[in-house]
T-cell receptor, first 110, second 111 residues
Framework: EAQVTQNPRYLITVTGKKLTVTCSQN?????MSWYRQDPGLGLRQIYY???????DKGDVPEGYKVSRKEKRNFPLILESPSPNQTSLYFC?????????FGPGTRLTVL | GEDVEQSLFLSVREGDSSVINCTYT??????LYWYKQEPGAGLQLLTY?????DMKQDQRLTVLLNKKDKHLSLRIADTQTGDSAIYFC???????????FGTGTRLKVLA
């Protein structure tokens, strides 16, 4: 089954403790992206990747890092999480014009 | 910069048509999208329209694009309770992989 998977689905952590949210797709898509969803703000793009080793900033990249060492994986790294990064995070992969989303990761930073 | 705006709420009766509206600012947008998000779930692509089209119909869904006014709408015919969800409009700028989403419209269907 074609899908985008994210792990973990839920995470509660404390300020400053480094964390990684994994994202994997099995559709051989070149393009992948990370978004955060906050009430009243819709989805905002954090980072995107056009292919292996090619990444670029979205609208809200501050406080986040990404890497794309393999085509199928696109992890999101928070080196020093802060409470304002509490949000619902979505990974997506795309074969334009269509974009497919993962189930989401709800992150709470205390 | 680019911006996509939607009204926050819409309430309709079951069996009626729903029309969800969206305005965008980037005139170079290549594709415009409608996504559906059900509670606790990710976003599901409903339909999309290429910027050189005026209308696209897919079963109960009709998308209308007015490029002059930068206005996009999604009409759902014979709205059902299962259509209750948040609907997001999004645009993708030409030549990029940058997507701009609206804030979402929460559709509530009354039985």
């Amino acid at each position: 089954e074609a899908q985008v998977t994210q792990n973990p689905r839920y995470l509660i952590t404390v300020t400053g403790k480094k964390l990684t949210v994994t994202c994997s797709q099995n559709m051989n898509h070149e393009y992948m992206s990370w978004y955060r969803q906050d009430p009243g703000l819709g989805l905002r793009q954090i980072y995107y990747s056009m292919n292996v080793e090619v990444t670029d900033k979205g609208d809200v990249p501050e406080g986040y890092k990404v890497s794309r060492k393999e085509k199928r994986n696109f992890p999101l790294i928070l080196e020093s999480p802060s409470p304002n990064q509490t949000s619902l995070y979505f990974c997506a992969s795309s074969t334009p014009p269509e974009q497919f989303f993962g189930p989401g990761t709800r992150l709470t930073v205390l | 910069g680019e911006d996509v705006e939607q009204s926050l709420f819409l309430s309709v009766r079951e069996g009626d048509s729903s029309v969800i509206n969206c305005t965008y600012t980037d005139s170079s947008s290549t594709y415009l999208y409608w996504y559906k998000q059900e509670p606790g779930a990710g976003l599901q692509l409903l339909t999309y329209i290429f910027s050189n089209m005026d209308m696209k119909q897919d079963q109960r869904l009709t998308v209308l694009l007015n490029k002059k006014d930068k206005h996009l709408s999604l009409r759902i015919a014979d709205t059902q309770t299962g259509d209750s969800a948040i609907y997001f409009c999004a645009e993708r700028a030409s030549g990029t992989y940058k997507y701009i989403f609206g804030t979402g419209t929460r559709l509530k269907v009354l039985a």
